[in-house]
């Protein structure tokens, strides 16, 4: 049995990869800018280069595989992504076929969709260890959806389930990347939210963010909105505050459909924590209908991005098949 996995984060600003000890769990990080504006061949090289130097870190021929967590639409053979909204410039890309003909090797390369890795990983080691259903959100440059149910990844009928990012709240509303309009993610993706802080911050010239930036708005990002918020910014707080909201009446409609509720929030943005969540659990019983209220929960998953790493490593533990009810 391999000792050893690498799991890869493709992101819409970076890409992650990590060595992974089946029994020690991540053993060494790399990243390195998407830069996905080259286009794809670019993006898979950069990709090639972080798996190569893990897998050489590695001793001799203890890499089980490389599992990859990738934005968009996965087939159901987990070799192909098609879409990432936040990739511009992707089609339709056989990640399997492009790495192993680069990295020269037979080992097996599983990709699956980046929020059902999340789970994956959360189920094996996080915030989603002590139940067999739960939603995954993960908030981050955009905003991913992933469905764990009886310790199974539900995937539909293609392998694209989950996709609760681009779930409307308001068919009259802002345009998420994939142009579906008043969808989650042209609230809570990372650009969006930035943005909208940016455009009300003018009218609050007091506001400790203002101070954060150094007057340069262009460096506003929830990161900085999380660092005022602590301070007892205003502002800042009620941004957060907007976005938590936003998020509990998407997290309605998901309990209504799946009648799962557990719900576990990860990725860059939920490092805010409290600040959004405790908003999204005050609002999220509005928005359910009342035979469904009962045991309602939203944790934070405290691994962040290593959730990612760690369940595109397990995918690779796991093989093609890969689920839960192996844990």
């Known amino acids: 049995m391999s000792s050893h996995a690498v799991g890869v984060d493709i992101g819409g600003t970076n890409l992650k990869a990590a060595l992974v000890g089946r029994d020690e769990g991540i053993l060494q990080q790399t990243t390195c800018p998407t830069e996905a504006e080259q286009g794809p061949e670019h993006v898979v090289s950069q990709i090639t280069g972080l798996v190569a130097a893990l897998s050489d870190a590695a001793p001799p021929d203890a890499v089980a595989g490389i599992g990859i967590g990738a934005p968009g639409a996965v087939n159901w053979a987990r070799t192909t992504v098609s879409h990432p909204p936040n990739i511009k410039g992707w089609a339709s890309v056989n990640l399997r076929s492009a790495l192993q003909s680069r990295l020269d090797n037979s080992l097996p390369v599983i990709v699956e969709n980046d929020a059902n890795v999340a789970a994956l990983g959360s189920a094996f080691y996080g915030a989603g260890q002590h139940v067999d259903s739960f939603i995954m959100i993960t908030l981050g440059t955009g905003v991913g959806g992933g469905i764990i149910y009886q310790n199974k990844i539900f995937r539909g009928s293609t392998g ?98 799946l009648d799962i509720r557990t719900i576990v929030v990860g990725g860059g943005v939920s490092a805010a924590g409290d600040y959004i969540l405790d908003p999204a659990r005050d609002v999220l019983p509005r928005f359910v209908t009342p035979g469904l209220r009962d045991d309602l929960h939203i944790y934070r998953e405290e691994l962040g991005n290593e959730a990612s790493l760690l369940g595109a490593a397990r995918l690779a533990f796991e093989g093609e098949d890969a689920q839960v009810g192996t844990r």
């Open 160 to 257: 694209g389930a989950g996709e609760i990012g681009h779930m409307t709240i308001d068919h009259e509303g802002p345009f998420a990347n994939s142009g579906v309009s008043g969808a989650i993610e042209a609230y809570l993706g990372q650009k969006f939210l930035t943005a909208h802080a940016r455009d009300r911050i003018v009218n609050h010239p007091e506001s400790t963010v203002q101070e954060l930036v150094e007057g340069d708005l262009e460096e506003l990002s929830p990161r900085v909105l999380y660092e005022a918020a602590t301070q007892g910014d205003e502002f800042a707080q009620d941004m957060l505050a907007w976005a938590g909201h936003k998020l509990g009446c998407v997290l309605g409609s998901a309990v209504n459909l």
